[in-house]
């Protein structure tokens, strides 16, 4: 079975009751969790790729092989969307922390070019005070020289040394094969 999209929901609460593995991906809007997710599955046409910045406000879930499933939470910290969404944002993630007893892992996308942001460290501080193992994904490397991608990748482990940290790109298979094998370990660890 390949990846399909299974619904969008306004609340954590009105996510499907469910005993496979979860996996959640947070990040700004616009860094490019849609493309990530279609990069994952090996589609163009799974997430909808947004033309236009902040707009997606719902949890949408994958099910990725029959296997595990994929919680795209809608994306924080676009600068229209300040204030009161962002106290939505924070409690739709509290919501979601709470009932997600079968979170595994999660991916922290973040713009290669742009590096952490203080709302990025404000969640990945909140998931690492739960316990929770979070992969950051700096993405959009293709934007960035060699040079400046690893000075990149060199800041997030300097700041989180326990956050596993990787390079992605849609323009390549870059960071795809490592992210696929964390996916894939931490799956095969849940069903013990
Ligand atoms: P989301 O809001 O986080 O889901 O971001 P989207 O996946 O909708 O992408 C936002 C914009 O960034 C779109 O115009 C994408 O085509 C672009 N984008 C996403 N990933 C990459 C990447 O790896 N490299 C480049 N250059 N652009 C990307």
């Keep these: 079975m390949p990846a399909v999209f299974l619904k969008s929901v306004p609340r954590a609460a009105d996510l499907p009751e469910s005993s496979k593995p979860q996996i959640a991906m947070l990040g700004r809007s616009n860094v490019g969790k849609s493309s990530l997710i279609n990069h994952l599955a090996g589609t163009g046409k799974l997430a909808r790729v947004s033309v236009t910045p902040g707009l997606t406000r ?7 092989d029959g296997r595990y499933l994929l919680v795209d ?26 009932e997600a007893n079968q979170l595994k892992l999660v991916l922290l996308v973040i713009d290669g070019r742009h590096g952490f942001q203080e709302s990025d460290r404000h969640v990945l501080n909140q998931m690492t005070d739960v316990g929770l193992p979070v992969v950051v994904v700096l993405n959009k490397t293709d934007k960035l020289s060699k040079a400046e991608a690893a000075r990149a990748l060199r800041d997030v482990k300097d700041e989180y040394p326990n956050a596993r940290c990787l390079s992605h790109s849609t323009a390549s298979t870059e960071g795809l094969g490592e992210l696929r094998d964390i996916i894939e370990k931490t799956v095969r660890g849940a069903a013990g």
């Design 73 to 98: 939470l809608p994306g924080y910290g676009y600068s229209r969307t300040a204030g009161s969404r962002e106290g939505r944002f924070e409690g739709m993630l509290g919501e979601y922390l709470s």
């Design 58 to 64: 719902t949890i949408n879930l994958y099910d990725f």
